[in-house]
T-cell receptor
Framework: SQQGEEDPQALSIQEGENATMNCSYK?????LQWYRQNSGRGLVHLIL?????REKHSGRLRVTLDTSKKSSSLLITASRAADTASYFC??????????????FGGGTRVLVKP | NAGVTQTPKFQVLKTGQSMTLQCAQD?????MSWYRQDPGMGLRLIHY???????DQGEVPNGYNVSRSTTEDFPLRLLSAAPSQTSVYFC???????????FGSGTRLTVV
């Protein structure tokens, strides 16, 4: 079963535009993480937001978390061709084994056109 | 600093064969996990370990075994390969003081 569901499944934008993707989840979480996967490669950890945080920034990335709606969003500002990748949210929802049972969504494929 | 190393990168097996996917990390991470990635399904947790000698099942453990005799290595064994195990397998590790995982580059397995 997938804890996180991402929307949209695919996104195509021009270089310089902003990209926004959303993640919804089902159960209470300790934290939510975003990862990037370039084609044919492993995942790279981008940013983590804890359940008691509402917004976090890292460079051109902005993540929000709304625990009342069980949703998160990832915003990439001023996108570049190198941002072309799939983006996954992952939730840590098991308190007893915190951080050991990350549940991933199906991902959003982002294409940034030069 | 090699990070997380997975071998082999590609493998084709016949139904019923067994094999071991290797995973090694040189970052002294306590926590290690195995995921499989299927199209449109995201990643699903197979097994994980919180330290040498300690392993536990994830979401889809059937057909797979793991052991953790050292901090560095976390091999995944397919006991009797089935076509349903055709997938891309990722090993990941993390430090106990951080929640973000470092992933290997994956093993693409095809079972015919």
């Amino acid at each position: 079963s997938q804890q996180g569901e991402e929307d949209p499944q695919a996104l195509s934008i021009q270089e310089g535009e902003n990209a926004t993707m959303n993640c919804s989840y089902k159960t209470s979480i300790n934290n939510l993480q975003w990862y990037r996967q370039n084609s044919g490669r492993g995942l790279v950890h981008l940013i983590l937001i804890r359940s008691n945080e509402r917004e976090k920034h890292s460079g051109r990335l902005r993540v929000t978390l709304d625990t009342s709606k069980k949703s998160s969003s990832l915003l990439i500002t001023a996108s570049r061709a190198a941002d072309t990748a799939s983006y996954f949210c992952a939730t840590d929802a098991i308190k007893g084994a915190a951080g050991n049972k990350l549940t991933f969504g199906g991902g959003t494929r982002v294409l940034v056109k030069p | 600093n090699a990070g997380v190393t997975q071998t082999p990168k590609f493998q084709v097996l016949k139904t019923g064969q067994s094999m071991t996917l290797q995973c090694a990390q040189d970052m002294n991470h306590e926590y290690m996990s195995w995921y499989r990635q299927d199209p449109g399904m995201g990643l699903r947790l197979i097994h994980y370990s919180v330290g040498a000698g300690i392993t536990d099942q994830g979401e889809v453990p059937n057909g797979y075994n793991v052991s953790r005799s050292t901090t560095e290595d976390f091999p995944l064994r397919l006991l009797s390969a089935a076509p349903s195990q055709t997938s891309v397998y990722f090993c990941a590790s993390r430090y106990s003081g951080s929640y973000g995982y470092t992933f290997g580059s994956g093993t693409r397995l095809t079972v015919v």
